[in-house]
């Protein structure tokens, strides 16, 4: 089974090659803001010209949005815009264009519905202080070398590794792995190296083929099995809130940037955002570190892994809760568990958005009315089971595997339901099933990305 996936490695960059990676991400940045006022002064001609009655035919030509075009039209210009242009990888440029020409494109997509999800805002400007530096090189010489703590790369020469890359370099020694892309990128005040590697991965199978495993995320513990198994939520950022406020309170004692007055930050003041950066990189690591470590035991030792599908976005808006929430890192275990999933020969199933797992009683089906959030003990009146509120909605997620044969979304029963007798439930659904409905999404309204980009 072939697969693209991710090494990424930190490095210990000297600093004549830090300067020299500054100088490609900036290239970068320097490509993607030309690009994008060109892109801005055209579609504002044309919208100018539309007010004094010009037709369509006579607007100034449009500039296309393609990758292609947009080197194009790089290419014809550099000379003047950038006249240090051969002094860096010619990556540098096509990273900034091609990250612009996918922007429009989204923005493009989601006006005319083609693209599902959160509307997407048009392109902005990328600032000099607040985007993160990074740079991706496609072409040229890209490899890793025999002593595996050593990266070259074009035009930067070889980097030294800060770690290992035996993994990455078994692969390629053994021809299952084909480097596609290297992304260079400064994460915490550390750069990275991120390979994106074509692999060709054996089949495998998990531990227990036939074990279904209901997963209930939540914040006081972050995930309840449907086997009884409780994982502890280790709140890492409620861990380091007061390091970060210590190290927030130091920082704005310091003479930082002005843009008003063009001040510029002081020493001290870089080296507290730097050690700022440094604690907030480390709670990130330390939960990525959590939740790769939990997928990837689900994944490979349970056939079957029901999740639900969460509104993570509006549960955002609480504002008691979007602190914890957000440290939990809900979208992220369910992003893990859909690729390792499949790379281990499983299923994920995932549990309509308005199945009431937590209002439904796991023993006879009889769904509550309402369920308060205090409540963390489901008691059902009509059978009398008693249950933890969190296990008992693992053990319906659980029960929703057998709804379904393949993998993806399961449809399942609204949350509009009223509360039902033990009679009428049995009238309802076959004995020991749960009982299961349909629900119905509508499909967004299809457009032409091609005449989206031809009216601006």
């Not at 890359?165 to 053994?174: I, V, Y």
């Amino acid at each position: 089974m072939k697969t693209i996936q991710a090494y990424r490695f930190a490095l210990d960059l000297t600093p004549t090659q830090e300067r020299a990676v500054l100088a490609h991400a900036g290239a970068a940045r320097v490509a993607h803001n030309w690009a994008l006022a060109r892109v801005k002064a055209v579609m504002d001609q044309r919208a100018a010209e539309r007010t004094y009655g010009i037709p369509d035919e006579l607007l100034t030509p449009s500039l296309p949005w393609s990758l292609p075009a947009l080197r194009k039209a790089w290419n014809q210009a550099k000379a003047k815009v950038a006249p240090w242009w051969g002094e860096v990888s010619k990556e540098a440029f096509n990273t900034g264009l091609d990250a612009l020409a996918r922007g429009l494109k989204n923005w493009a997509d989601s006006r005319t519905g083609r693209r599902a999800g959160r509307p997407v805002g048009f392109p902005r400007f990328k600032s000099r202080r607040r985007t993160t530096p990074s740079v991706r090189f496609t072409t040229g010489v890209i490899r890793v070398e025999s002593d595996r703590k050593h990266v070259v790369l074009p035009r930067l020469g070889r980097l030294k590794l800060h770690e290992s890359s035996r993994k990455l370099a078994r692969r390629l020694d053994d021809g299952t792995a084909r480097i596609m892309s290297a992304t260079l990128r400064r994460d915490g005040g550390r750069w990275h190296v991120a390979f994106c590697v074509q692999v060709d991965r054996v089949e495998r199978r998990v531990a227990r083929p036939a074990s279904v495993v209901g997963v209930d995320i939540g914040v006081k513990y972050l995930a309840v099995l449907s086997t009884g198994e409780l994982v502890a939520n280790p709140r890492h950022l409620t861990a380091a809130q007061a390091r970060l406020r210590h190290l927030g309170r130091a920082l704005s004692r310091k003479t930082g940037p002005d843009r008003r007055t063009g001040q510029r930050p002081s020493k001290r003041w870089r080296r507290a955002s730097a050690r700022l950066g440094r604690a907030h990189a480390r709670v990130a690591n330390l939960r990525r570190d959590g939740l790769h470590k939990l997928t990837t035991r689900l994944a490979g030792e349970h056939g079957t892994v029901v999740v639900e599908d969460l509104n993570v976005t509006g549960m955002l808006a609480n504002r008691t809760l979007a602190r914890h929430i957000a440290d939990a890192g809900f979208g992220e275990i369910r992003r893990q568990l859909a690729y390792k999933t499949e790379w281990n020969g499983g299923r994920l199933l995932v549990a309509d958005r308005w199945y009431p797992s937590s209002k439904t009683c796991s023993g006879c089906g009889v769904v509550k009315t309402k369920l308060a959030l205090s409540e963390r003990e489901y008691t059902c009146q009509a059978c009398g089971l008693v249950i933890d509120r969190d296990r008992n909605a693992a053990l319906n997620l659980a029960a929703l595997a057998a709804k379904s044969a393949g993998s993806g979304p399961v449809p399942a029963r609204g949350a509009d339901q009223k509360t039902r007798t033990r009679g009428q439930v049995a009238m309802k659904r076959e004995p020991g099933t749960t009982p299961v409905g349909q629900t119905g999404t509508v499909p967004p309204q299809g457009g032409d990305y091609q005449s989206c980009a031809k009216a601006h």
